[in-house]
């Protein structure tokens, strides 16, 4: 399987690491077992890489095509929230744990053979008092989220089935945007403690990957991973922002709708589209305009909370300028 972009170009900087070793340069080729991939800090880490591979969209979307049979299946607009989209259902909670381990198949895969290959290169090498550490590249795939698999990730590094050999985990995302950043996620367990040495040491690796990749490192204020706002990169806008783009950005820098409940948002959009049919009729113009970008405002609202558009709009008919 050709390599991508994002795997060849961290082969290149593991071995910029100080005490970097490649494993497989060690003539380990006849021991049993699959090893892990480096040797870092002069054999006191111990490195294993895995590419997020197989994106699981398409089973998603058949999943939610299914769904969209159903009568009770909400109205929206645009994309919107999974979670919060089945949570309008009287099966949500089951829908969303099937949905979940759908997407998160691939990420315990990673972290299982990880797990083996990090314990076994341990004993191929009597380096019993190494760090473990799993990185996680994920060059392209937008449906594994940032929130969900770091929070996942996490768990599997604190529950999954002894012995875990997985210190601490390096999710790097290239298909997401933190701003204008790529994220660069580092998971913690309390085996770390251990290691005397191991939190100072824990931020140079994020520090040398931004200057190794040409960017500078900005860091996070969010006290857990759930504050942070990640976009998928298909999502980032580009180039000049069209009116709607602005319009959108404005609701989200001042999101006045959302301490209000469904009905009462949903009035919201019921009277928006009175005004805008009213403002089309008189051919006004300048008030069509005016509330087409309030129109805007709502729809952000509406995708944030998955809002079923039955409630505003029974024709089931968007407005259209």
């Excluded at 021991?31 to 997020?52: C, F, H, M, N, S």
């Excluded at 109205?75 to 949905?99: M, Q």
Aim: proline share 5%; charged share 30%.
């Amino acid at each position: 399987m050709a390599k991508h972009e994002m795997e060849q170009r961290f082969e290149t900087f593991a071995m910029t690491m100080p005490g970097a070793e490649s494993i497989d340069a060690l003539g380990l080729d006849r021991a049993p077992g699959q090893r892990a991939d480096y040797l870092w800090r002069d054999r006191t880490v111990i490195v294993e890489v895995k590419t997020l591979r197989g994106d699981p969209q398409k089973k998603i979307d058949e999943m939610f095509d299914e769904l969209r049979q159903r009568e009770d299946f909400p109205l929206f607009f645009r994309t919107v929230p999974a979670d919060k989209l089945l949570a309008r259902l009287p099966d949500g909670e089951e829908l969303l744990r099937k949905l979940t381990n759908k997407v998160r198949r691939g990420l315990e895969a990673a972290f299982r053979d990880a797990k083996y290959q990090i314990d076994n290169t341990k004993r191929l090498l009597g380096l019993d008092d190494a760090l473990g550490l799993l990185v996680i590249l994920n060059p392209d795939i937008e449906a594994y989220e940032p929130n969900d698999a770091g929070a996942y990730l996490s768990y599997l590094a604190r529950y999954h089935a002894p012995p875990v050999s997985i210190d601490a985990i390096w999710l790097l995302s290239e298909a997401h945007k933190v701003g204008d950043a790529d994220p660069c996620i580092l998971i913690e367990t309390d085996r770390l403690e251990r290691f005397t040495w191991a939190k100072d040491w824990l931020s140079e690796p994020n520090e040398r990957w931004a200057q190794f990749c040409g960017s500078g490192l900005q860091h996070s204020g969010a006290k857990v991973l759930e504050e942070v706002l990640f976009q998928r990169k298909s999502e980032v806008a580009t180039g000049e922002l069209t009116k709607e783009q602005r319009w959108e950005a404005e609701y989200r820098a001042n999101p006045y709708l959302a301490k209000h409940d469904d009905n009462v948002v949903a009035a919201f959009g019921r009277e928006l589209c009175s005004r805008l049919k009213r403002a089309k009729e008189q051919d006004d113009r300048v008030s069509f305009m005016q509330h087409w970008q309030i129109w805007h405002h709502f729809l952000v609202e509406a995708q944030s909370r998955a809002l079923d558009m039955r409630m505003v709009m029974p024709d089931e008919q968007e407005p259209n300028e």
